[in-house]
């Protein structure tokens, strides 16, 4: 039988979509990730927001930003956490950007 290479693309937030594909199951062969975790304000789009309704997080953004931030820090501990249960298995492959993200990301020690 020969397999056949597939990449499939999704679209979504990262801390809303990969708790549910590990609780699914899932198990991929490689996971990437290329977040702006350093900026929590400008850099990080918390959960909940993508596609149609981000133009909702750049209004709370601007008008709300201490509520912007709370929300993207809660979303990147739940992102963090999927990462490292992703990562127990699947083969992680961390870009220099994630090496780098990461090191924000290791605020929340509760993952590790």
């Known amino acids: 039988m020969v397999e056949k290479a597939l990449a499939i693309g999704v679209l979504g ?3 809303d979509i990969l708790p ?3 609780k ?3 198990k991929p062969d490689v996971v990437t990730d290329q977040t702006s975790a350093h900026d929590e304000l ?3 789009v918390p959960s909940g927001f993508y596609g149609d309704n981000l133009k909702e997080a750049f209004v709370l ?3 709300k930003p ?3 931030i709370k929300k993207a820090m809660q979303s990147m501990k739940v992102h963090c956490k999927a990462l490292l249960d ?3 298995m699947v083969l992680l492959f961390l870009t220099m950007e994630i090496i780098y993200v990461g090191r924000h990301l290791s605020r929340f ?3 590790f």
């Open 20 to 22: 549910k594909l590990i």
């Open 109 to 111: 020690e509760e993952c």
């Open 61 to 63: 953004r601007k008008n």
């Open 66 to 68: 201490r509520d912007y």
């Open 24 to 26: 699914d199951g899932f």
């Open 13 to 15: 937030n990262c801390a």
């Open 42 to 44: 400008n850099g990080y």
């Open 86 to 88: 992703l990562s127990k």
